[in-house]
């Protein structure tokens, strides 16, 4: 069984920062990719950022220059700095582990249980 455990979030004014962390834990031989999507009110999930094994990352339009994604020191975690912040990018932010290579086979994705960020204007 994999895990994702989320921290960070919370509420903050516009221009203002924050930080999301995700762990992975469990029966894990390799991820090959991990990073966060967001969901806003009344909206669909959305990608935001992924950190992919090779060492590449990737972001969504609206993040980029803003969202800095970068593989933590423990093994299988990821972070997301988040700058700049605007009302807009308030969401319910998901932790994603894709591509999860595992004794019981190769799974799709994981998800965390996602956590607030709230933006002030």
């Known amino acids: 069984q994999v895990q994702l455990a989320e921290s960070g979030g919370g509420l903050v004014q516009a221009g203002g920062s924050l930080r999301l962390s995700c762990a992975a834990s469990?029966?894990?031989?390799?991820?090959?990719?991990m990073g966060w999507y967001r969901q806003a009110p009344g909206k669909q999930r959305e990608f935001v950022a992924a950190?992919?094994?090779?060492?590449?990352?990737d972001y969504a339009d609206s993040v980029k220059g803003r969202f800095t994604i970068s593989r933590g020191n423990a093994e299988n975690t990821v972070s997301l700095q988040m700058n700049s912040l605007k009302p807009e990018d308030t969401a319910v932010y998901y932790c994603?582990?894709?591509?999860?290579?595992?004794?019981?086979?190769?799974?799709?994705?994981?998800w965390g249980q996602g956590t607030q960020v709230t933006v002030s204007s």
């Open positions: 994603n582990a894709r591509k999860v290579f595992t004794p019981t086979g190769l799974i799709d994705d994981y």
């Open positions: 469990g029966s894990i031989f390799s991820i090959y990719a």
């Open positions: 950190f992919i094994s090779g060492g590449s990352t």
